[in-house]
């Protein structure tokens, strides 16, 4: 396996539990109050953005040859910590 794709593989992986915590966050905000809901739904819909910006970086990945792949990285991570701070951030003030 090129380290490519074990990198590939590996950001696959962080973007399935990414949309797996989104599931369980959209869950839990469901039953709060209209304007706490509206709140959550908003970041929510930000943080599905990033998401589907992860799969975009994902798709130029798979498409990169495997000589010209790594700038691609530097982006990817950039997504990835936007999307992991908020994941932590929404996660945390639903705790309280």
């Known amino acids: ?3 490519k794709d074990a990198y590939q593989q590996k950001v696959e992986a962080e973007v399935e539990l990414a949309q797996a915590k989104l599931a ?4 839990k905000t ?6 706490a809901s ?11 953005e990033n998401v589907e910006l992860m ?7 798979e498409e990169a040859h495997d000589d010209a792949w790594e700038h691609l990285k530097g982006e990817i991570e950039g997504v990835w910590d936007t999307l992991r701070i908020g994941l932590r951030d929404i996660s945390a003030k639903l705790k309280r």
């Open 1 to 3: 396996m090129s380290a």
């Open 24 to 27: 369980e966050i959209k869950a």
């Open 30 to 35: 469901k039953g709060y109050a209209a304007d």
């Open 38 to 48: 509206i709140k959550y739904t908003k970041q929510v819909a930000e943080l599905e």
């Open 55 to 61: 799969r975009a970086k994902l798709q130029k990945l």
